[in-house]
């Protein structure tokens, strides 16, 4: 059994730290807002993510996971401590490290004996060095201490499962010793433990998450063209898919990707290589057609409804950026509705658990209880977040319901031949068979 400390009740930070009390450690995790100690007290979750109030509470019957404000109760005995605060991003991409900097300063502040001190935040590369310096700078006389990175790869929806059962455990570090020790600490997690230096490990999470949202902007990219030719991005990403060198993964065509990691550390990476004089074209194209795809909805609206919406009734299913979470940063859902309020169409939606969270973002959009609700008299649907229940409605029943037959498939979950026999008049993403026919030209 090893001690450990998380700085940062957070996503990562709360998912990680009952994941390793779960695996028989003891852990305490602090965070200076003190509401949500409090309320991880009383076994209230500050996030939804699927099992994780169970994992909590187990944990925390069982004395292997506590909560508090003080760093020096937190640090009391420990010998690992894993930064996972915040570092949300500028216009311009640039990471925010103030929760950062003020973690490394507390823990210099009361470290008593030594520690590894582990970044577990998406960092800019250079930020291990960096927080090495301040500790150094803050307490010359400071205990031993090592820094080591050991970037996150948690989806969010199935991050529990993503811990326990990782692709790979990567750690950089100056210190052979301290990676080493880390790495011990993810032994029964039984995955690739690669042990690099300190930036190249904090490059690795930014070239990942890079690699995959540009997949996804090129397959709806793909989508687009595929709607001009008359061609299924489904099936053409199902033939793709088959080639080991490509793979299926991330390779769903529909209205972009959002959250907190995707915009966030592509624009970061972007901004990094902007500041050393490189020229990231790839990356900007990234994020462009990922901000262009967000206007397809709307698009497809005014080809069958007319430019015209004012007055529209528009339903929306799904609010989250995608299912299993209440996750709304940088959601598609946010800015669809927005420009559709701003055409003047009366908005309403329904999400499973982020409606709480949205109407905040969302004031002037009405939150109704479930998609049928949604439907009732409404001019059109907009399929946004692919939850399984909406996978599973009864299409007829809502078909009856709205004023016009229109579905948007934002996620391609239907099958267009079966909503075509249905009756509805049916959008999706680079969706089959146009109906344009083959030129003579073409053959």
Sequence with gaps: MKRIAVIGV???????GACFADLGNRVICL??????????KQKIMPIYEPGLEELVERNVQAGRLTFTTSYEEALKDVEFVFIAVGTPSDVDGQADLRYVRM?????????????IVINKSTVPVGTGDWVA????????????????????????GSAISDFMNPD????????????AKVAQLHLPLRSTIMITDLRTAEMIKYASNAFLATKISFINEIANVCEALGADVKEVAAGMGLDKRIGRYFLDAGIGWGGSCFPKDVKALAYMAETEGRHPHLLHAVMDINADQRQAPLRKLREVLGEDLKGKVIGLLGLAFKPNTDDMRDAPSVDIARALLRAG??????????MNVAKDLLPEVEMLPNAYAVAQDADALILVTEWNEFKHLDLNR???MLRSPVLVDGRNIYDPQTMLELGFNYLGIGRGYNGQGISEKTC
């Design 103 to 115: 973690a490394a300063e507390s823990i210099a502040d009361v470290m008593e004996h030594p520690l």
């Design 31 to 40: 965070d200076i807002n003190a509401e949500r100690i409090a309320n991880l």
């Design 168 to 179: 790979r455990t990567v750690l950089g570090s100056t210190s052979k010793e301290a990676a």
């Design 10 to 16: 957070g996503y990562v930070g709360l998912v990680s």
């Design 345 to 354: 169409a009366k908005v309403r939606a329904y999400d499973p658990v982020a």
């Design 133 to 156: 310096e301040i500790i150094h700078n803050r307490r010359p006389d400071a205990p031993e201490f090592a820094v080591v990175s050991c970037p996150e790869f948690l989806k969010e």
């Design 398 to 400: 809502v078909k009856a």
